[in-house]
């Protein structure tokens, strides 16, 4: 199928665009590569887009007070090849490099992904772990919020008509911050089964473990620190305390999803047990 037809703009300044966006009719478009299809398939049926991927506040990054600010049309692949800054020693670039396929990341961007809320996409998971703040515009003006705010469930956010992602900023990590992400998935390139994501700063009291690729949106575990063993063993000490962890984490799991079978409760924990395990493998 072919897209109903539409009209396109591509304004050239944020405000031009936010005007064009107070029609309440429009759509923002950026890297396309989920409305694309959408429209294609006529699941979607904009009278009219308005382009905003080469609007330049939302290609701009930079660090500023220790603060990282991504732009939210930077692509999934200037990320992964360390074309914008990175305060999260490696977390974003790796996260990015298992993005679907490189023509995927050449195209999608941060903010597309993360107003598509697919609760199995990459960057909503990632950045729930490092407690992202993202910033909202519109022709009425601008707000702030935490992502666990912003994203409401499943393909569903707290944008209102005629908003726009323009930001996306994470908090002054120091040289403590450690991680882990982790996913399961049926082949590369495909969206995950099961993701497990944890971050940890001790240095700004950041602790974030968080249950993803779910029916609704993802989980941000609450009091984590129970969770989450810091402890590296060897040999078969180590073995034991693997298969300890995950058996804690499918009761975890089960908390929050009382209902689902014993095989989607198994491969979650095993994501969260093996993100922990990247973590501890970074400890110093």
Known sequence: MKAAPFSYQRPTALPEALDALADTASSAISGGQSLGPMLNLR?????????????ELLRTSRIEDGRLHLGA??????????LVPDTTHGMLPQVARGIAYRAIRNRGTLGGSLAHCDPAADWLNCLLALGARLHLASAGGRRTLMIEDFARGAYSTALTPGEVLVLVELPAFTPAL?????????????????????????GIGHCRLVIGAVETRPVLVPEPDGWIDGSRTGGAAADTA???RVAAFEALVAQHFPAQD???????????????AQMNARAP
């Open 43 to 55: 699941l979607a049926r904009p009278p009219a887009l308005v382009d905003i991927r080469r609007l």
């Open 73 to 82: 049309a930077v692509t999934h692949a200037e990320i992964e090849d360390g």
């Open 178 to 202: 450690r991680w882990g992400y982790y996913k399961i998935c049926a082949k590369v390139g495909e969206f995950a089964d099961a993701i497990g994501a944890v971050a940890i700063d001790p």
């Open 242 to 244: 693997a298969a300890d």
């Open 262 to 276: 014993p095989v989607f409760i198994h491969r979650h924990a095993v994501a969260l047990a093996r993100a922990i």
